[in-house]
């Protein structure tokens, strides 16, 4: 099964073409990984596959339907979360807060401005549960602006994976940590995202061999390189772009 | 609820308070204390339901007097309907339908206004209250021009048996609705809308994301904004009896604005205390100066400058020193701060007054009294006095907030520890 496709999608901001057909089609359950050097195109990648951005050609899909003219909220309603590069928090709510109102929708309450939220006991208790999961118990009712950069970039997953979508995007989430922060994050990513399909920039290449199941080498907006991690480390063209010049 | 005995002492204070200037000698209300306390709980309503947008949702509207007065205009042919027997709904209920009139037009303008952001929302905002400004002398049937249209209250038809001929039973019809009012706003603030009007603030891209329209966000809370403005409106209807162009005037909208931002935007409870304090102002200060509204421009100015989180956020800056006891070492640095704000006050006063005497005054005839005794605006001395209070009390304040910002950082910084 194909979670999530792209057939040669395109992205011009006025005259510069920055992708330049892409087609790629992800499995369902598949931790994917992208790799490829800055400015390549990997988050305009995300920022169309999400809605935030609307594509110039190509198709996109989402288990097998067309999600490319949706805006951002329904992309999200079909089950598909992406979180951000640069921090992207409500900064002036608690950190409980910001996981409870990422819960609300998947959960049901659309708009409602009737059901009073300390009354609604299993959506709290998933807050608290995710809280716990996150390691940032202790943080609760803290701004999420006054955190630390590695509990904003914790909370930052907390509130992609919150909702329970099926296909997860994450935008270079241990950018910036330390060796421990990252290693914490990646057994939290590990364990939240079993079961569901992973697509996620990383520049880490331990962090990717470790992870991933599939690798795509992104460079100057096409894909030069798509497969099982030995293939693509075995591949000459991503030696020469990309992985040589990174290991030496 | 960490306030509940500051809120339940607020209402009795407001329910005892007619009574204490009772004047038993004569069995009569006083009159402008109660005119006053009602504009009081108008106003507050008006300065809530405007921070639902302003604080809450970080929509800055200027066109928040619309839905109070078409609540107004609305409750005036209401009152008229109840009259003649045509709208057999009873006095208490009114409010309720000016609240879902301002509903109603709120629902129409927020369609337009809360599809765009930031600039464009406001500008939208700003035109459709002078729209609505203009409407309201221009179409006659339902605003009665600029003589407004009229009504009589006591349309003889109440839940408890009241006719609403004095002042004093207005008066507490208001301030249950009020506390209704504030009750609900409250209310929502806990609700998922409210926390995502919250989110839509903070990050408007973001909350996209998580599965929400910001722009139905947005919608919403305009539309059940312009619901408690309306109320707000309706009490206005029941207590004048007559409804004019002031009631949805943009200078109303600038008032809202103006109360919610000095009381302070990031407390629920702060548009309340900047409502009491404006409407104090307004009731107390216009009748011994003209230029009251001067003082309240300037206070607006300094706020904006000095604690852009209105009174209600300073008020709670104190908390964390609070809790850890250390409150008393700010009483002396206070004081410190009082004898040079009291100079600049005085100063600024004294200029202010000359000056308007100089011109409005003298074309009024009046004379002019400060401070107990009659002064002549053309000597030199009143002048020179003020000048030197605020030229001196100027650089002495400068050098005393230095001293308290010092006081006041490595307190915090204690605290914090
Ligand atoms: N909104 C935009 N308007 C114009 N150009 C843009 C826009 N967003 C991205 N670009 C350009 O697209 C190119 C790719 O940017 P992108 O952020 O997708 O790279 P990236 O692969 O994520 O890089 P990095 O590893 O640094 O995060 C860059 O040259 C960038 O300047
Ligand atoms: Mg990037």
């Known amino acids: 099964m194909t979670a999530l496709s792209l057939r040669d999608v395109r992205k011009s901001f006025g005259p510069t073409e920055i992708i330049r057909g892409i087609t790629l089609d992800i499995a369902a359950g598949e931790r994917h990984c992208i790799i490829g050097p800055n400015g390549a195109g990997k988050t305009t990648c995300f920022n169309l596959i999400s809605g935030r951005f609307p594509i110039t050609s190509g198709e996109i899909l989402l288990n097998g339907e067309r999600i490319d003219t949706l805006p951002p909220h329904k992309i999200n309603r079909k089950g598909l979360s992406r979180s951000f590069q640069i921090t992207s928090i409500f900064h002036r709510m608690s950190v409980f807060e910001n996981l409870r109102c990422a819960l609300l929708w998947s959960r049901g309450y659309r708009y409602s401005f009737w059901s009073p939220l300390w009354r609604q006991k299993g959506l709290n208790e998933a807050a608290e549960a995710l809280l716990e999961e996150l390691n940032l118990a202790s943080r609760r009712d803290v701004l999420a602006g006054l955190l630390s950069y590695a509990e904003q970039r914790a909370l930052e997953i907390g509130m992609t994976i919150a909702g329970g979508a099926s296909v997860v995007l994450l935008d270079e989430p241990t950018a910036g940590m330390s060796n421990t922060e990252t290693d914490y994050a990646m057994t939290l990513i590990r364990r939240v995202t079993e079961g569901k399909t992973l697509l996620m920039v990383e520049h880490d290449m331990k962090v990717v061999f470790d992870l991933a199941d599939a690798i795509t080498v992104m460079v100057y907006g096409q894909v030069i390189a798509s497969g099982p991690p030995a293939a693509v480390r075995a591949n000459r063209a991503v030696q020469e772009a990309y992985l040589g010049a990174l290991e030496g | ?417």
Not at chain 2, 361 to 371: D, N, S
């Open chain 2, 1 to 417: 609820m960490k306030y509940r005995w500051l809120i339940l002492a607020l209402i009795v204070v407001a329910i005892a308070l007619p009574w204490c200037f009772y004047d038993w000698t004569h069995h009569r209300q006083a009159g402008f204390l109660i005119s006053m306390l009602s504009q009081m709980g108008m106003m507050v309503i008006l300065a809530l339901s405007y921070n639902m947008l302003l604080g809450q949702a970080g929509l800055f509207s200027l066109c928040h007097a619309t839905f109070f007065g078409m609540g107004g205009y609305a409750t005036i042919h209401f009152l008229n309907g109840a009259g003649d027997g045509t709208l057999p709904v009873p006095m208490e209920l009114m409010p309720l339908l000016a609240g879902l009139s301002g509903l109603g037009v709120a629902i129409l303008f927020g369609s337009m206004a809360t599809k765009q952001r930031a600039t464009a929302f406001a500008m939208i905002t700003l035109g459709i209250g002078e729209l609505m400004a203009t409407s309201a002398l221009m179409f006659h049937h339902f605003f009665g021009g600029e003589g407004g249209v009229t009504t009589n209250r006591m349309i003889d038809n109440s839940l408890f048996g009241l006719s609403y001929a004095s002042g004093l039973q207005v008066y507490y019809l208001i301030l249950a609705w009020t506390v209704i009012a504030a009750a609900l706003m409250y209310f929502l603030t806990l609700t998922p809308l409210g926390r995502m009007a919250n989110a839509t603030r903070d990050n408007f891209e973001r909350a996209q994301f998580i599965g929400y329209d910001p722009r139905m966000v947005r919608f919403m809370q305009f539309a059940l904004s312009g619901f408690f403005a309306g109320i707000g409106g309706g009490l206005y209807a029941i207590t004048y009896e007559i409804v004019t162009y002031d009631a949805l005037a943009s200078s109303l909208s600038a008032n809202a604005l103006l109360m919610a931002y000095i009381g302070g935007t990031t407390v629920f409870g702060g548009p309340i205390l900047g409502a009491i304090l404006i409407t104090l102002l307004q009731s107390g200060v216009s009748l011994l100066s003209n230029s009251w509204l001067v003082y309240v421009g300037v206070m607006f100015i300094s706020m904006v400058i000095f604690a852009p989180t209105g009174l209600a956020g300073i008020i709670k800056t104190h908390g964390p020193i609070r809790q850890a006891g250390r409150l008393r070492l700010l009483v002396v640095p206070y004081l410190r701060l009082t004898i040079p704000s009291l100079g600049v006050l005085l100063g600024f006063v004294g200029l202010v007054e000359l000056m308007s005497f100089l011109t409005i005054g003298a074309a009024q005839g009046k004379k002019l009294v400060l401070f107990g005794g009659p002064v002549d605006v053309h000597a030199a001395l009143p002048w020179a006095i003020s000048g030197i209070c605020l030229l001196v009390g100027g650089v002495w304040l400068r050098f005393e907030a230095a001293g308290f910002h010092r006081v006041w950082e490595s307190l915090s910084a204690e605290v914090r520890r």
